[in-house]
């Protein structure tokens, strides 16, 4: 079974701090990508990659930054954490560019 | 306007009912149609591709239509574990729909 691992559920941040979430994927997928998840905007996309140290934005990329130094691995930045921030992070990935996409089970964080 | 767009519902039905949910898309360019289950406070999951020439599997069955730019769902004879948020995604950056609700009452 593919596993899209995220590595925090729950994170509390305080407001200007730099938060990492970190996503690992196990199928050797060449696409990866960073959601954000809110009650009545959907899933709205972040960041995706199609390779290693490749990345381009989706479509609400400020305030973050996204790193790909390894294909398994996809981690999303935020520089200084924001109220407005709080949110659930979904990472997915997948092996063909319009193929099936494999979630993670999600980063919920809160920025106080 | 949204590059794809759903009713949020929710839609309430009754055990055995049918039911079908309809999703707009703007980019005409787009090729690749997919429906995805969310279950409450758990991931979303692929639930089916969408064909051109539509395609079935079990009760669930998907319909796109260019011309009109929509992509359907169809869930026949629903079952209380139907009872889940339904997203339609299109490609080529995997843009999600907001989700229709689906509750099926017994």
């Known amino acids: 079974d593919v596993k899209v691992t995220q590595s925090s559920r729950y994170l509390v941040k305080r407001t200007g701090e730099k938060v990492f979430l970190e996503c690992v994927q196990d199928m050797d997928h060449e696409n990866m990508f960073w959601y954000r998840q809110d009650p009545g905007l959907g899933l709205r996309l972040i960041y995706f990659s199609y390779d290693v140290k490749m990345k381009e934005k989706g479509d609400i990329p400020e305030g973050y930054s996204v790193s790909r130094e390894k294909k398994e691995r996809f981690s999303l930045i935020l520089e200084s954490a924001s109220t407005n921030q709080t949110s659930m992070y979904l990472c997915?990935?997948?092996?063909?560019?319009?193929?099936?996409?494999?979630f993670g089970e999600g980063s919920r964080l809160t920025v106080l | 306007r949204k590059e794809v767009e759903q009713d949020p519902g929710p839609f309430n039905v009754p055990e055995g009912a049918t039911v079908a949910f309809n999703c707009t898309y703007s980019?005409?360019?787009?090729?690749?149609f997919f429906w995805y289950r969310q279950d409450c406070r758990k991931e979303p999951k692929l639930l089916m591709s969408?064909?051109?020439s539509g395609n079935e599997d079990g009760r669930f069955t998907a319909q796109l239509n260019r011309a009109s730019q929509y992509i359907s769902l169809l869930i026949r004879d629903s079952k209380l574990s139907d009872s889940a948020t339904y997203l339609c995604v299109v490609s080529y950056k995997y843009i999600f729909g907001t989700g229709t609700r689906l509750k099926v009452l017994a």
């Open positions: 969408v064909y051109s």
């Open positions: 997915a990935s997948s092996f063909e560019v319009t193929g099936e996409l494999f």
């Open positions: 980019n005409s360019a787009s090729q690749s």
